[in-house]
């Protein structure tokens, strides 16, 4: 019978300590559960949006203007449009970090997106923002912001 040596044996605690260290399988992804403008900023004012508002009431956004959108739970069709005109955003994924929501930085689960669009408004219009669950039954949820 052969002895197995020093380093075969390493070999299997370094394979055990990897292994026992690798991450669990994550929990199934977030349902898209809720989409919504919650910030419009331009030269003349920044705005916090109310939920459930459907129309900027601080002052008049002229200009250029952000639109920020705050999409909890993951989809898979994002779609932004200005007085019908599609637009293109930049989005930051956000993690839940124990008890705390923060932009990710390789630590913590995705729990969804917040987007912030770029557009020039010249006159009143309507955002709209709209989005499909990546889960069954993809569910579409949609936003419309008047912005004055």
Not at 24 to 44: D, I, Q, Y
Not at 92 to 103: F, K, N, W
Request: hydrophobic share 40%; charged share 15%.
């Amino acid at each position: 019978m052969k002895k197995a040596s020093a380093w075969s044996l390493a070999l299997f605690g370094c394979i055990g300590l990897w292994l026992g260290a690798a991450p669990a399988w994550g929990a199934p992804a977030p349902a898209l559960s809720e989409v919504r403008v919650f910030k419009v900023e331009s030269a003349r004012c920044t705005e916090a949006i109310p939920e459930r508002a459907d129309s900027t009431r601080q002052c008049e956004h002229r200009g250029p203007t952000k639109v920020y959108v705050m999409e909890v739970g993951l989809g898979n069709n994002s779609l932004a449009f200005y007085n019908g005109e599609r637009l293109a955003g930049q989005s930051t994924a956000i993690c839940q970090v124990g008890s705390i929501s923060q932009a990710c930085s390789g630590a913590g689960t995705v729990m969804g997106y917040i987007y912030v669009y770029a557009l020039n408004v010249s006159a009143q219009g309507w955002f709209e923002y709209s989005n499909s669950s990546i889960n069954v039954p993809h569910t579409t949820l949609k936003t419309m912001l008047n912005i004055r």
